[in-house]
């Protein structure tokens, strides 16, 4: 990922929370030279340094992991589109937002207690706000059907791409659009701007 100096996110507590608040990532291996793409939720185990989640038997890109081979997962983190007419001075159309990707390596995982081990903790985090939450129920035939994952991490890379490279009234003014808008999105963003103020 290009990453100039001024919009890299190294801080890992803000990398974590990122990937923690958008669990939904995209897993990119490479086979026969061709890129390939999942779109699953992942849970972040930050002691042990790897992400979890599953994939249906199906789906072949489990059989893509060998050893030596190295994975990305993607997080998107809040987004939206900055217009010039919001900035005090002149300026270029523009997009804000903030991305974690992760590399590593990957290991499918088919034992049975495994798999078990991750539904429960996706269950624990996405369940969390149902009341009762959905308890996890193991039919042999479906537990068959899915293919765990677990990556080990080696690098984590973020980019906050959030008008550093304006002033701050700028910035201000960009918050003030977003929050406007009253979009589930762009108030997201506006609160990750204003914690990421620059002095």
Do not use: C
Not at 48 to 73: C, D, K, T, Y
Not at 85 to 90: L, Q
């Amino acid at each position: 990922m290009y990453v100039p100096k001024h919009f890299g996110e190294g801080d890992g507590e803000k990398l974590a929370a990122l990937i923690d608040e958008n669990g939904f990532g995209v897993l990119v291996t490479v086979s026969e030279g061709r890129p390939f793409a999942s779109h699953i939720p992942f849970i972040y185990e930050r002691e042990a340094n790897v992400l979890l989640g599953h994939v249906a038997r199906a789906n072949p890109q489990w059989r893509h992991f060998s050893i030596g081979s190295e994975v990305m997962v993607v997080f998107q983190g809040p987004h939206a589109y900055v217009s010039p007419s919001w900035y005090r001075s002149p300026g270029v159309p523009t997009w804000n937002y903030a991305v974690a990707h992760v590399y590593g390596s990957a290991e499918a995982l088919e034992e049975p207690s495994r798999i078990k081990g991750i539904i429960e903790r996706l269950a624990g985090k996405y369940e969390r706000n149902n009341k009762p939450p959905w308890v996890p129920t193991y039919d042999p035939r479906l537990l068959g059907a899915i293919v765990g994952i677990e990556v080990r991490i080696k690098e984590v890379q973020g980019k906050f791409k959030l008008s550093q490279n304006r002033s701050a009234a700028d910035r201000a003014a960009v918050v003030a659009k977003l929050e406007a808008t009253g979009s589930e999105g762009d108030l997201a963003l506006a609160r990750l701007m204003e914690k990421n103020k620059i002095a």
